[in-house]
């Protein structure tokens, strides 16, 4: 998958999880892996909402 | 388990759970359609692990799914409590928990009151919110009422001040993973040099931290005192022992399987598994 931000290569991690958040080893911007079409893809990921936490 | 987004922790429970031959259905809650009559046990089971970021989110899912007789983990009433730092301070308070003294005002003017009483340096956070975002430390009155005016032209959750004394303690303080009622591992968090806050998420260092008799003890008070389930439990060393300023109710342990050795994740799925009807 290509980083839109740099066009960086981001790898699918093989035991990959619809959700999870992926970051690109160029730019180290994060994104959040989804299914379209059966394939994984990426997509922009809300990083700090205003209630997230533990 | 339900999930915003898929952290280390989510994915270490969700390998935690095939290495046990447990069938965890991993369900994102940005995709959960419900009509609120409706019996949910065979989309979601009988027992739900609560995973998601967002504290709204969690609480209105966890109601829905309680209302309907599935047990969540952590259950509504813990992850209300052990979500807002106000409501956990109250409850540690009347738990007898000994944690750092606090006050709470709704204006700049009443919050400059409760320092006088407090005393400077005095810490002001949000009631809600994690690795140390938006928390300050208010080194006097000139620098209160600066961060107070920001704090007036933003969401009205800021205009809650949740202001507590600055603790004197080594620049670490002691995350306590706490499961059942049960301390199963305890990390320091080493503060970055310079940087009086001791988040991971602000690169703090985590270091394992041995269970004492009086750790555990205060640890398991704090756990009791919100309702247990699944816990991070924060600790400062005062001069005066122990203070437990924190109780995390989605806890992350990155750090602490690494530093420990401990395998939180699959006794999360022992404990998950022990509360299967």
């Known amino acids: 998958m290509r980083c839109p931000e740099c066009d960086g290569e981001i790898p699918l991690p093989k035991d990959a999880i619809e959700g999870e958040i992926v970051t690109c080893p160029d730019c180290g911007t994060s994104f959040e892996l989804y299914k379209k ?3 994984f893809d990426i997509r922009p990921i809300q990083m700090v909402g205003e209630d997230w936490g533990e | 388990m339900v999930y915003d987004y898929v952290r ?15 069938d965890l259905k991993l369900i994102d809650s940005k995709d959960v359609h419900l009509t609120l009559d409706d019996r949910y046990e065979k989309e979601f089971g009988n027992v739900v692990l609560q995973r998601c970021l967002s504290y709204f989110r969690s609480l209105h899912l966890t ?5 309907r007789g599935i047990s969540v983990v952590n259950n509504f009433n813990v992850a209300l409590t052990a979500g807002n730092k106000l409501f956990t301070t109250l409850a540690l308070i009347k738990a007898g928990v000994p944690t750092p003294r606090t006050a709470l ?17 005095a810490v002001l956070k949000p009631t809600i919110g994690s690795w140390g975002r938006l928390v300050a430390l208010l080194k006097d009155k000139d620098s209160a009422e600066a961060i107070f005016e920001d704090r007036e032209h933003m969401f009205p959750l800021y205009q809650v001040y949740y202001i507590q004394e600055f603790v004197k303690r080594p620049p670490r303080d002691i995350r306590s993973i706490v ?15 310079g940087n009086w806050k001791t988040n991971m998420a602000l690169g703090a260092k985590a270091e394992n931290c041995p269970i004492t ?3 555990e003890d205060i640890c398991y008070k704090a756990s009791k005192a919100v309702g247990g389930g699944i816990l991070g439990v924060d600790c400062m060393e005062s001069p005066n022992g122990f203070l ?21 994740p699959g006794l999360i799925i022992d404990y998950l598994l022990k509360l299967r009807k």
Do not use: M, Q
């Open chain 2, 8 to 22: 280390w922790e989510e994915k270490a429970i969700a390998n935690a759970a095939k290495k046990k031959g447990v």
């Open chain 1, 37 to 39: 079409g059966g394939k």
């Open chain 2, 244 to 264: 437990v300023h924190e109780v995390n109710n989605t806890t992350e342990f990155k750090n602490t399987v690494p530093a420990t050795g401990v395998d939180i």
């Open chain 2, 63 to 67: 109601a829905t799914l309680e209302a």
């Open chain 2, 105 to 121: 005002s709704f204006a700049p003017e009443s919050a400059i009151k409760s320092l006088e009483r407090l005393g400077y340096p």
């Open chain 2, 213 to 215: 008799k009086e750790l």
């Open chain 2, 179 to 193: 499961i059942d009622d049960r301390v199963v591992a305890a990390i320091y968090r080493v503060s970055l040099s």
